[in-house]
């Protein structure tokens, strides 16, 4: 079956305007996570979704950032105001559940590279 | 303390070398583990969940020490098509998010 997409792959913006980005999980997943990756760093956690809920937003770095999930399936990641320093590679992931199973493991996207001007 | 440690190496070996890599995690109450293999520029991939009792999958082979809160990964015969950056993944405490390690790179040479 398909795996879980993103889009755009690639999004050059101007410093100051705002961008969304989209990530389509694997159907069936009631799951979905958002990470942040800089160039040579880590993954950076942001934001976590049960079904269109999101219990977990201690990630988000400001108040411009912003994310939603309709349909427990596409998720959009809103980044107001954008900043040089939000250059990186936003990772959407999925999957089953969160915490019932336990060896339940995340799939992941293919990134959206974003470059702030 | 961080909550996931990993060398971040780079670890430069030849092909067929046997190479380890080990993690170490902060939160007791850990529940589940993991390793990832994220190639440049590419999204992370599950490698091998990682078992208490430790689990082999061909040349690669994970285990977990509870009591001291590491986990290792051991690579036997290496290829150059190994050459990644590998990440430890703990799945920790009632809220179950993954945490991830900043990973370890390794590099296979001819």
């Known amino acids: 079956g398909a795996g879980v997409s993103q889009s755009p792959s690639n999004k050059v913006t101007e410093k100051g305007k705002d961008v969304e980005l989209r990530c389509d999980p694997i159907?069936?997943?009631?799951?979905l996570y958002w990470y942040r990756q800089r160039l040579g760093q880590g993954l950076e956690f942001l934001i976590y979704?049960?079904?269109?809920?999101?219990?977990?937003k201690s990630g988000l770095p400001s108040d411009r950032f912003s994310a939603e999930r309709t349909g427990e399936s596409v998720s959009t990641l809103t980044i107001q105001r954008t900043q040089q320093e939000d250059s990186a590679v936003y990772l959407c992931?999925?999957?089953?559940?969160?915490?019932?199973?336990?060896?339940?493991?995340?799939?992941f996207g293919p990134g959206t590279r974003l470059t702030v001007l | 303390r961080k909550e996931v440690e990993q060398d971040p190496g780079p670890f430069n070996v030849p092909e067929g070398a046997t190479v380890a890599f080990n993690c170490t995690y902060s939160?007791?109450?850990?529940?589940?583990f993991f390793w990832y293999r994220q190639d440049c520029r590419k999204e992370p991939k599950l490698l091998m969940s990682?078992?208490?009792s430790g689990n082999e999958d061909g040349r690669f082979t994970a285990q977990l020490n509870r009591a001291s809160q590491y986990i290792s990964l051991l690579i036997r015969d290496s290829k150059l098509s190994d050459s990644a950056t590998y990440l430890c993944?703990?799945?920790?405490?009632?809220?179950?998010?993954?945490?991830f390690g900043k990973g370890t790179k390794l590099s296979v040479k001819p």
């Open positions: 992931a999925s999957s089953l559940e969160r915490t019932s199973i336990p060896q339940e493991s995340q799939y």
């Open positions: 990682v078992y208490s």
């Open positions: 979704f049960q079904g269109n809920s999101a219990p977990d």
């Open positions: 159907s069936g997943h009631t799951a």
């Open positions: 939160n007791s109450a850990s529940q589940s």
């Open positions: 993944v703990v799945k920790g405490g009632s809220q179950g998010n993954l945490i």
